[in-house]
């Protein structure tokens, strides 16, 4: 079963870093785009950074500069480097690829469960 899986949140302090991980587990031919998504309480999910297939990445205005995005294709696998964290940086949260299965399949995008990051003074 094709899932991405997220590790790395847990309480940091303001000012503080941490690295998020997504690893693609299950077999799969290639992973296209891929991207992280955040949700606070009480608020929608938005965008934080994504990854193309062209090389492009892309960063919400809000951790530009303090958030890096990258991955290991060897490992299927994405990190996120944040640094200088901030309260409103506190949520859950999750990574998204957009995962080809064979070689001749379509992409489809899969969805990690999440991990919290607790940013607290």
């Known amino acids: 079963q094709v899932q991405p899986v997220e590790s790395g949140g847990g309480l940091v302090q303001v000012g503080g870093s941490a690295r998020l991980t997504c690893t693609v587990s299950?077999?799969?031919?290639?992973?296209?785009?891929m991207a992280w998504y955040r949700q606070a309480p009480g608020n929608l999910r938005e965008w934080v950074a994504s990854?193309?297939?062209?090389?492009?990445?892309n960063y919400a205005d809000s951790v530009k500069g303090r958030f890096t995005f990258s991955r290991d294709n060897a490992k299927n696998t994405m990190y996120l480097e944040m640094n200088s964290l901030k309260p409103e940086d506190t949520a859950v949260y999750y990574c998204?690829?957009?995962?080809?299965?064979?070689?001749?399949?379509?992409?489809?995008?899969?969805y990690g469960q999440g991990t919290q990051v607790t940013v607290s003074s």
């Open positions: 998204n690829a957009e995962i080809r299965r064979t070689a001749g399949g379509r992409k489809q995008w899969y």
């Open positions: 299950g077999n799969i031919f290639s992973i296209n785009n």
């Open positions: 990854w193309t297939s062209g090389g492009a990445t």
